[in-house]
């Protein structure tokens, strides 16, 4: 049994709960209880950049009908889907992606590559070359990474964009680092862009996390993908599931 001397029962909750609904099954050290046609990709949170090629890796989607494949990259991102889900026919054309970030990593710099791979949790071996290999890709062809808040700095690099595509703006886990008041702000940001252009605003956030995309997911410790925060799925926080809604 863990010694939590010391640490605030809070805390030491929210690690018994990681422990339970994220890392069961994947990280034994750590497991100690137990996209559409052209388009335009726009990060807010930045990640090196990783998440602005979605046309750049390949898909696998376990269905109760066998597997979907997407893509021809040697890059595979798996995800296990339930219900009516959409999947995709092919990949994203997307012919312009920038990033916001406080302070932007870079694909090509040892120390930032560093600290992403000591993000990767122990045993996940595959998921830490699928980084590296991930990484370079990236390093070869680097987006436009800015640094700024995205309470501040989002419209501005949202006007840089060409106009004769559809713009994506897309979040994972990020929201859950502001305070309420900060997230309400964040709203009225992407409302007065979606004003001056037509925007498709995608989340994939914790519940409670943006309001209007309220849900009480099982099992506990789901994401809720939203669309223009109409909630559409449920799903694991990396990607490793996918249930969408009726």
Not at 65 to 84: K, Q
Not at 118 to 141: F, G, K, M, T
Not at 174 to 184: C, M
Request: proline letters at 8%; a negative charge; aromatic letters at 8%.
């Amino acid at each position: 049994m863990a010694d939590w001397t010391g640490v605030g029962r809070d805390t030491a909750e929210l690690y018994l709960g990681m422990a339970v609904h994220e890392l069961h099954g994947v990280s034994p050290s750590y497991d100690w209880p137990h996209c559409p046609s052209r388009s335009l990709w726009s990060k807010v949170g930045a990640s090196a950049g990783l998440c602005l090629y979605p046309n750049r890796y390949s898909y696998r989607y376990a269905t109760s009908l066998g597997e979907h494949r997407l893509g021809e990259s040697e890059i595979f991102l798996s995800c296990e889907v339930t219900g009516p889900v959409p999947l995709p026919g092919q990949l994203p054309e997307v012919v312009w992606r920038a990033g916001l970030d406080l302070n932007p990593l870079q694909a090509n710099r040892d120390d930032d590559r560093r600290w992403l791979a000591s993000l990767v949790w122990p045993e996940q071996i595959d998921r830490a070359e699928r980084l590296d290999r991930a990484l370079d890709l990236v390093a070869a062809d680097p987006p436009r990474l800015d640094a700024g808040d995205l309470l501040i700095d989002l419209p501005g690099l949202l006007a840089d964009a060409p106009s004769d595509a559809t713009l994506v703006v897309f979040h994972s886990a990020v929201l859950a680092y502001l305070d309420q008041e900060q997230r309400s702000r964040f709203t009225d940001v992407m409302r007065a862009v979606k004003r001056i252009r037509d925007i498709h605003w995608v989340s994939n956030e914790a519940p409670g996390v943006i309001r209007g995309a309220d849900l009480n997911p099982r099992p506990r410790g789901r994401f809720i993908l939203a669309h223009d925060r109409v909630p559409v799925a449920v799903t694991g926080p990396h990607g490793h599931s996918l249930a969408w809604l009726p």
